[in-house]
């Protein structure tokens, strides 16, 4: 039931922006053509979390920070046009599992140590984003298809800091 209500919220949105183009005006073809565009793309979204703990000490300007540590906040989208057999994008226990696979390897370690910045990658948030989305996609992605895809990783790894990565499609 809330996930039914949830994706209701969100073709509301959708339908919101569809009528703020119309107000500015644009010819009623183009609306159309924007409208086919939203509803094959992205009228669906799931979100699964999770947490690790972990430390990290960047080089910031040829200067190496001192090491210290996170509770990392992790979420990763999930979009598609359109649903399965079942009515879902993807089961969220599928994603859910996927996804801390992903992060367990990071759990209370310092990911200066760690793949893939063991090889002097800067575990920055952003390139932790980066790496859990790309390989969230390529677990994930032949499997959703042709309905859905990764769409997006975003860690937050203090209150209020956040990177997001957005994949790119393939
Ligand atoms: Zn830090």
């Known amino acids: 039931m809330v996930r039914g209500h949830a994706d209701l919220k969100r073709s509301n949105r959708l339908e919101i922006g569809v009528v703020g183009r119309f107000q500015r005006g644009e010819r009623v073809s183009g609306i159309a053509l924007e409208r086919v565009f939203h509803l094959g793309s992205r009228m669906y ?3 699964v979390q999770t947490e690790f703990c972990a430390g990290h000490s960047l080089v910031i300007g040829g200067q190496r920070e ?13 979009a598609g046009g359109s649903l399965d057999h079942d009515g879902l994008l993807c ?11 992903i992060c367990e390897p ?16 800067n575990p920055s948030a952003e390139h932790v984003a980066r790496y859990i989305a790309t390989e ?5 992605d032949e499997a959703l298809k042709p309905h859905a895809r990764v769409q ?3 860690v937050t790894e203090a209150p209020g800091c956040i990177a997001t990565y957005r994949v790119e499609k393939s």
Do not use: Y
């Open 66 to 78: 001192k090491l210290h540590g996170h509770n990392w906040k992790v979420k990763a989208v999930i």
């Open 136 to 140: 969230m996609a390529s677990r994930l």
């Open 91 to 101: 089961d969220f226990h599928t994603c859910e599992e996927v996804l801390q696979e």
């Open 152 to 154: 997006s990783v975003s």
């Open 45 to 47: 979204e799931i979100t």
């Open 106 to 121: 990071f759990h209370n370690e310092n990911l200066d140590d760690r793949e893939p910045f063991v090889k002097g990658v």
